[in-house]
């Protein structure tokens, strides 16, 4: 009996079912979840019409990249473009198996009845890794169609950069989606101290000078442990029964497809089990000091493996490197020793254990959360000598130490200062005037050695860190969007 070919209704039909705004506006998928806080960097990007760019939206797997998406095609159609003008394809779909982006194309021309070739239009393809040779097909549309404007996205962030990089230069314009921040968790969870999030919105540079934190903070500490247990997925943040067992729905769902799947296609890793034993190692010792060396010693792998390991473990967004300096604030000529940290740390709960406030390991992943609010914004350092150590060193365009901090889950560093002589030291030789440091619940400010030391409740700090991120990366995008302007004047 004769295989039956695919009817091509069949497929018009299943395009016509992805986007139901064609036949009614306001049935608009997902519009009653709360968007990332990236929205409207997003949106300005699309918005812009004379960019003759595609827009690459990337992303570790389950951030809300297709959410995102669907946002802003209710703000299209919501501030006027005809909703037949705005198509949207999911490419892992079966039935679109073997069709190129220009098939797909058409195929949105005989579902809609929109010339695209002529009309100006928006058409996004999800999962766009899907598709052998994505990134050649879309150049192709990005010459040849000047009205259509394209935006694609796909969870092998990894696979995505590279070929976009590759490919793409001056036709295609990224855009990164990262793990929630606390401050976008706070707010999808609709949290119970609203007046901490409106204080912060009202006062961002001085957050800490109008809140009063004290009656705030057991509520905050409880939803920031919370968000080290399951807060970098907004799926997981508002599913009971995904908190239950995070360990199905992180690592078998997220960590695993990465670590078995897009990073060997991509890289041609033979040895998966060894890349999973290396990650896990790494994942467990999140915020500690490591060296090549000791990896190599502990796993049997050759440093050079291990490097390169890393390199692809950083390129999928699940694990970042932050780098050493000394005393001077001075780069080490080799990178002997540095630290990893994951990106989420609610991958650490999906991999070993959910925590609690009183486990020894939460202060690894306090510091860990803390550096996550940062990682696709700034690059932070940490400073380590011989007689002491900075946990978190931000510098300034000249490279010099702007801002230091020291992240700790405790109280009992407010009664004891004297502990914090590494980091006055440090202080005094950079001619730095503050100096923050986390605690578990205390907020106060005291001067030691001419040096202004504030402690702030580290889920305080955190919350206040997720909001900055969000507007560092707004004035960056907009930044980017003028010189990708004036390129193409």
Request: net charge negative; proline share 5%; with cysteine.
């Amino acid at each position: 009996m004769p295989v039956r070919p695919i009817p091509p209704e069949q497929i018009v039909q299943r395009v016509q079912s992805e986007n139901p705004w064609w036949n009614d506006p306001q049935n608009m998928p997902f519009s009653e979840l709360t968007p990332r806080g990236y929205l409207a960097s997003f949106q300005q990007l699309i918005a812009e019409s004379t960019v003759r760019r595609a827009l690459v939206l990337m992303g570790p797997r389950r951030v809300g990249k297709t959410v995102l998406i669907h946002h802003v095609i209710h703000h299209l159609i919501s501030s006027g473009v005809s909703p037949a003008s705005v198509c949207y394809i999911s490419i892992d779909n079966p039935l679109y198996i073997g069709l190129g982006l220009e098939e797909l194309l058409d195929i949105y021309q005989n579902a809609s009845g929109i010339d695209y070739t002529s009309t100006p239009c928006y058409v996004f393809f999800d999962e766009i890794q899907y598709l052998k040779d994505w990134e050649r097909h879309l150049k192709v549309i990005v010459d040849r169609y000047p009205n259509l404007k394209c935006i694609v996205s796909g969870s092998a962030a990894a696979a995505l950069r590279l070929k976009s990089l590759e490919s793409g230069a001056g036709r295609f314009t990224d855009f990164f989606l990262p793990p929630l921040t606390f401050y976008e968790y706070m707010r999808l969870i609709n949290s119970d101290v609203t007046n901490l999030l409106e204080t912060l919105e009202s006062h961002p540079n001085n957050f800490f000078s109008y809140i009063d934190i004290q009656e705030n903070i057991e509520t905050l500490n409880t939803h920031f442990v919370e968000y080290l247990n399951f807060g970098g997925y907004p799926e997981a943040a508002l599913s009971a029964e995904i908190q239950t067992d995070p360990g199905r729905f992180i690592k078998n769902d997220i960590i695993d497809k990465v670590l078995l799947r897009d990073l060997p296609s991509l890289y041609g890793i033979h040895d998966v089990q060894e890349l999973n034993a290396l990650f896990t190692s790494l994942a467990y010792n999140t915020a500690q000091e490591i060296t090549l060396e000791k990896l190599s010693q502990g796993s049997g792998i050759a440093k050079n493996t291990i490097k390169r390991y890393i390199e692809y473990l950083e390129a999928a967004f699940l694990i970042r490197i932050v780098h050493r300096v000394d005393q001077n604030a001075r780069h080490f000529k080799r990178a002997n020793f540095f630290k990893v940290y994951l990106t989420n740390p609610s991958m650490w709960t999906a991999l070993f254990t959910q925590v609690n406030e009183d486990m020894s390991i939460i202060g690894s992943l306090v510091e860990t959360a803390i550096f996550a609010q940062r990682f696709h914004v700034e690059k932070d350092y940490y400073a380590r000598w011989s007689s002491g150590e900075v946990d978190m060193v931000l510098m300034d365009d000249t490279n010099r130490p702007k801002y230091v901090t020291e992240i700790k889950w405790s109280d009992r560093i407010v009664e004891h200062p004297e502990e914090l002589k590494a980091l006055l030291d440090f202080c005094h030789k950079h001619s730095i005037p503050v100096a923050f440091v986390t605690t578990r619940t205390h907020k106060v400010t005291i001067v030691r050695e001419n040096i202004s030391i504030g402690f702030f409740p580290a889920a305080a700090l955190c919350l206040l860190f997720g909001k900055f991120s969000l507007d560092v990366r707004a004035q960056k995008e907009k930044l980017r969007l003028s010189e990708i302007l004036s390129c193409q004047k």
